[in-house]
């Protein structure tokens, strides 16, 4: 059963009629006319005070009587084999209580520095920490290798040296065409292209009018989120399992140890009520959590297991490095005719070091080739970090759009408009270049006499819609009036708490302080996880409709009290009063004291939504200032004019706070962070906050965000997410206003004083 | 109901097994994709049990550490 609406949609001045079929039982969506209270404004945390005054509880601050201290004991060597391990002297340490192997049998591998080879419980940390060392490990060392270009060498050591045979064949596997080969260290190429082959791509590109042409280099980045990684896990008896986690999806992770443990699913309760942050690195059990888990189960007591920074360094995931071949070419008037990019990166041990897609999906070129291939070395794990690939790819491609602006003699930013045609993009380029005075940018490049040069550059985000379906929002209404909204979505520190509030409070005409808020735990139904920047899009439908079918019931208890139908009841500042006659009204506690049975509560899920699909482009612009020290090179990225968009903003205070936080760390990516490993040792060399130098208070730029409006009417909110394009163009766009500053062009990031200064001799 | 069988070992993961939706569950493991990081829910590592690589092509029933999937 469905409904026919017509809604007002598309950027906030220019919206247009739409025709829309909704299913019978959903709200209106939201469109561009709609005069909200609370939603598209600007909401304060609900548990900003709890935050900044220590009473919110995070996994790091989590006591429980009895509780014991874990602690792994880690390889020393980058590549070596685990012949066997003797636990007799950590066993008779004070205070230990368990030690137990990483793996079930020996002997196995080791492939990183910090490989994680046994684990200890202990009364305390210290205890801990102390018995850990006593554990007697006996290695065969291997060769390794731990420098991208040397592990690409013909001859250089194997990280995986064992070969699987591969029986499967195309018939097979679905998806035969993932099978990627590998020689060497290296896997791939995954291969991507778009009318022009291999052989075709060159000639393409030199047949241009413009080529720009490079190679880029970008390092590996540690997550280094402000709470570390871990869990403390209790066994609540031999069935049942209780983990408090700093992860990013509290629901995936309660099926990752049902299934690791052999459980039922229902056995398992996972509890996520304040979180530090992830960046894309906290997803699953973990190596911690399962260690945890064990020990748990063999003390009977729980077990708190937290990665200390050096631990968070060595393995807990970063942005894999990049080499990255680029090749552009474009016509008189700057459109682009032919791309090519060959990228070789390197996410230690594992997979996932491609930075194509920003080539593939920003720009609508018709000839493109790309390859990508990872390269492993004997370094710890790449993950997941907010935008994949994005910013990697990004520093390189918008750089060689510069390239080819310059050439051409164009301003930057019209060869950008020259190549889109994406309504949202040339909206915020507009908003852009007018906060930024872009228009007064002397197109002249190192147009500065002295020591101190300034310039300006802009790049573009590139990002993608995704949600997940099937979560179930809860929301039950009690006899005294209050409301309370239930899922276990995790906060991730984005905010999403807040923002589930706004919504319940402005579909029920209430006071945002009457909704209690209720998230991070399994147990309240599954929430999306907190990737792909898809928190707020997945689940603020549900919600919504929860709300709304919670609206609907208040209606039918308010109706009789007023002597009319249920349709006719509205509800306002708090207030139930029939629609068109607001002087007669009764307390929402009024009519919640008339509740049969004295409570209610409404399910609504998240379903798909009405039209499109998951591959909708997210935009974003951002220009950049900086000053350039040709006598030092330090460069001082003075100012970053940001827009944004994300479908319908919810809370532009924390959608604000996010692209800010964007900002920062493309800042510390573009100038700082460098995760360093001695070629000799394998071992990382600033496995800290002190050497891992990450952007300070002093290294902040002035920050302008807006988020424009952008109506969809896909689905009942119309929102989308911000947490990864906020960071996506940061470091092309200030390595593009170094080039205006100096006219060097910097290939390699991150962007540090001796490059700069390589550059300008 | 029709059973659809994965030949992936169900211990596979990647960050996209905890973002897909129920009813595409099994995509992430067929899906192409360069940036996707794997691990084995056994070893919590980028080595499954028989100490060999993780990755979809690799983790199939020719391993001696393969379990199947099944979904319904």
């Known amino acids: ?761 | 109901m029709e059973k659809t069988v994965i030949s992936h070992c169900r211990y596979l993961r990647t960050k996209m097994a905890y973002l897909a939706d129920e009813e595409d569950s099994h995509m992430w493991r067929t899906n192409k994709s360069s940036t996707a990081n794997y691990w084995c829910l056994c070893t919590m590592g980028a080595a499954g049990p028989d100490d060999n690589l993780v990755v979809p092509e690799r983790c199939q029933a020719s391993r001696s550490c393969y379990k199947e999937i099944d979904l319904v």
């Open chain 1, 1 to 761: 059963m469905t409904k026919d609406v017509r809604i007002q949609v598309g950027v906030a001045d220019n919206l247009q009629e739409m025709a829309l079929k909704v299913p019978k039982n959903d709200p209106r969506p939201w469109d561009g006319n709609d005069q909200l209270k609370y939603i598209g404004g600007r909401t304060t945390r609900l548990d900003g005070v709890a935050k900044v005054t220590g009473a919110a509880k995070y996994t790091f601050d989590m006591r429980l009587p009895g509780m014991l201290y874990g602690k792994f004991a880690r390889s020393p060597y980058p590549a070596a084999v685990v012949k066997s391990i003797d636990y007799s002297k950590a066993l008779k340490a004070p205070g230990v209580k368990a030690v137990l192997p990483m793996q079930e049998k020996l002997p196995f591998s080791v492939r990183f520095v910090g490989q994680e080879v046994a684990g200890v419980a202990a009364k305390t940390l210290n205890q801990a920490e102390e018995a850990a060392k006593l554990i007697e490990i006996e290695y065969e060392v291997k060769n390794f290798t731990v420098k991208l270009d040397d592990a690409m060498k013909e001859n250089a050591p194997l990280v995986w040296d064992v070969q699987v045979k591969e029986e499967a064949s195309a018939g097979d596997i679905p998806g035969q065409e993932n099978t990627l080969p590998q020689v060497g260290n290296i896997r791939g190429p995954n291969v991507s292209a778009r009318n022009a082959t291999k052989e075709e791509i060159d000639s393409l590109v030199n047949a241009s009018y413009v080529t720009s042409e490079g190679v880029y280099r970008t390092q590996v980045q540690t997550h280094s989120a402000m709470e570390t990684h871990g869990v403390v896990a209790k066994w609540d008896d031999d069935k049942h399992l209780t983990v408090w986690a700093s992860t990013q999806s509290t629901f995936r992770t309660r099926k990752d140890f049902a299934e690791r443990f052999e459980l039922p699913e229902a056995n398992v309760r996972v509890i996520t009520e304040h979180m530090g942050g992830g960046f894309g690195a906290k997803f699953g059990a973990d190596t911690f959590g399962v260690m945890a888990a064990k020990l748990s189960k063999v003390t009977q007591a729980p077990v708190f297991f937290m990665l200390d920074r050096k631990e968070e360094h060595w393995a807990g995931g970063n942005r894999p490095s990049s080499l990255q071949n680029v090749r552009l070419g474009a016509n008189k008037e700057g459109k682009l005719e032919a791309i090519k990019m060959l990228c070789h990166g390197s996410a230690g041990i594992g997979t996932g070091s491609g930075t194509g897609n920003p080539f593939k999906n920003l720009y609508p070129c018709e000839k493109l080739y790309v390859e990508e291939s990872d390269v492993f070395t004997n370094a710890g794990m790449g993950r997941a970090f907010r935008a994949p690939g994005h910013p990697q790819g990004i520093f390189a491609l918008e750089q060689g759009m510069d390239d080819l602006a310059y050439q051409l003699g164009l301003d930057p930013l019209e060869i950008r408009r020259r190549n889109t045609s994406h309504e949202v993009r040339l909206k915020e380029y507009e908003i852009g270049a007018k906060k930024f005075g872009w228009s007064q940018r002397n197109p002249k490049v190192a147009a500065d006499s002295g020591p101190i040069k300034r310039g300006v550059g802009m790049a573009n985000s590139v990002w993608y819609y995704f949600y997940g379906t099937g979560f179930p929002a809860t929301i039950q209404v009690n006899s005294d009036g209050s409301v309370e909204i239930m899922n276990g979505v995790q906060d991730i520190g984005t905010g999403i708490r807040t923002v589930l509030a706004m919504i319940v409070a402005e579909e029920l005409g209430l006071d945002i302080s009457e909704v209690k808020v209720k998230i991070g735990d399994s147990d309240l139904g599954a929430g999306p996880a907190s990737g792909g920047s898809q928190t707020t899009g997945g689940i603020t439908p549900a919600v919504r409709k929860a709300a709304y079918l919670a609206k609907q019931k208040m209606r039918e208890v308010a109706a009789p009290l007023f002597g009319v139908s249920p349709e006719q009841i509205g509800f306002e500042n708090g207030r139930a009063h029939v629609l068109g006659d607001p002087s007669t009204s009764l307390g929402w506690q009024q009519v919640a004291s008339r509740i049969p049975g004295g409570q209610f509560k409404v399910v609504a899920e998240r379903k798909k939504d009405y039209f499109g699909n998951q591959f909708q482009i997210i935009c974003g612009v951002q220009f950049a200032e900086v000053e350039v020290d040709t006598q030092t090179g330090v460069v001082k990225v003075k100012r970053v004019v940001a827009v944004h968009d994300c479908g319908r903003p919810m809370n532009r205070l924390t959608l604000e706070s996010q692209i800010n936080g964007g900002i920062i760390q493309g800042v510390s990516y573009a100038l700082f962070e460098n995760r360093l490993l001695d070629r000799n040792t394998g071992h990382m060399v600033n496995p800290n906050l002190e050497q891992y130098k990450i952007a300070g208070s002093m290294d902040i730029p002035e920050i302008d965000s807006t988020v424009i409006d952008v109506f969809k009417g896909h689905n009942s909110t119309s929102a989308m997410g911000i947490g990864e394009p906020a960071t996506v163009p940061t470091a092309g766009a200030i390595a593009n206003a170094i080039y205006h500053a100096t006219g060097a062009r910097i290939y390699d990031l991150p962007m540090t004083p001796d490059k700069i200064l390589a550059a300008l001799a």
